[in-house]
């Protein structure tokens, strides 16, 4: 049976497993991209409210914990079978309130997805360590404990994917999440709930909330709440950083970008081009990992008229016909926030070679639409070059060389991914040696790594010490318990000890 969004109601909350209508007077209107219609409405939810949701994780954590790996496995192995088996479906829901493409919609889920898939190797990685006799018959070995109830604070433009990289690990850990979805897509993460307790989870280990600032505050300040998960805008990361680190609690922030990818002139131009146009226009630009700059070095310049050639015939559009190559910008604020920073960077000077604005699509007169857009001759102290436009435009410098292109991508504030198209392996050796950017793509656009490895943001990107999923994603969401143990054979004792023993060896 669909489980398609009904326009015009309540977004309810899941609370120990069912749907409940918050008593909320406070409401924001969801409203789809494609039509700005209202869809729905979702609640500002009560304090009280929070609390309970905080209060039923933490009692389920208390014997979820004590469950054994086994058993937590075997609910992700179901798990990741439910949301495959269903990933028609989950995509509509999606594709509903987001405005994405089919194709584009189910990629989001993939890699939600192949996340899950990571968390059903949980009794290796939760594997401690051990070593024999570190003193004699004193043995010492570590664990690797669930830490208790999680929380994260997903956005907008990954409602599958960014969840799926929090509450599966945090949950197959042994610990209870807390999920505060953004409010223009609500609906994606409560479907992927309801599937997990389908597969036998505890109704109570995931509850989903709603709201804003005020909810979100309510999260960080909760004393049950051990850690905060965020992906979103440098401005909200840093404020959560801030305040759940004063509180004394773990936190995570993955936030702004500004990838660039390097174009050599021994490169393959049309890999090249192929991969540029869909790095920097997939999914209206608005995500992490596009390409937002590209630094064609040297003679790859040449190469630019075909690029813009290419860039002008992809199309936007609505994700029922099909045949579209993006969907609409998530909010008309949004629309015209890229609107603005395009028409600064005119104001300043940039050429501006393809102009999306003004776009318009056939059956939605009233949708966010953005045409492709592309600038030349940009500056690195322009607008347009130092902003995360967080839309389908490019910004296009041409360095003399890898070592300038080097330092245009160093002397950028954010560090999140990048990339070379190069055939030689001396400047991609050089590159990846030199570049200060954690996730290095060589004749790869986005990379993003595969859940096995962590998702590694570096200096404006990233605020905290652990990064989502992958190994250091366990490490987040545990915590190390050492112990040292001696068992004494009969008539055995020792003497009183008032400091320790220099020679280990006794």
Known sequence: MSKAIKTNTTVKALISGELIESKSTTFVDMVSPLTNEVIGQVPCMLQEEIDLAVQKAHEAYLSWRFTPVMTRTRVMLKYQALVKENMDELATILCEESGKTFDDAKGDLVRGYEVIEFACSAPTLLMGETVENVANKVNTYSYKQAIGVCAGVTPFNFPGMIPLWMFPLSIV???AFVLKPSEMVPNTAIRLAQLLFEAG???DILQIVHGQKEQVDMLLDHDLVRS????????VGGYIYSRA??????AQALVGAKNHMVIMPDADKQSVLNALVGASMGAAGQRCMAISVALFVGKSKEW??????KLSKVKPGGWKEGGADYG???TRRALNRIEDLVQEGVDEGAKLVLDGRGATV??????NWMGPTVFRDVKVDMAIYKAEIFGPVLSILEPESLTEALDIINNNMFGN???IFTSSGASATKFRREVSVGQVGINIPIPVPLPFFSFTGWKGSFYGDLHAYGKQAMTFYTETKTVTEKWFEDEESEGIAFNFKADHSK
């Open 245 to 250: 680190t004063a509180n004394l609690k773990r």
């Open 304 to 309: 630019i008229p075909e690029l813009v050639d």
């Open 328 to 330: 609409p910008v998530i």
């Open 228 to 235: 905060y998960s965020f992906v979103g805008s440098p401005a």
């Open 173 to 175: 850990a042994g610990n």
């Open 417 to 419: 991914g990048t990339s």
């Open 201 to 203: 989870a505890p109704k």
């Open 362 to 367: 056939e059956g939605y007169p009233n949708g």
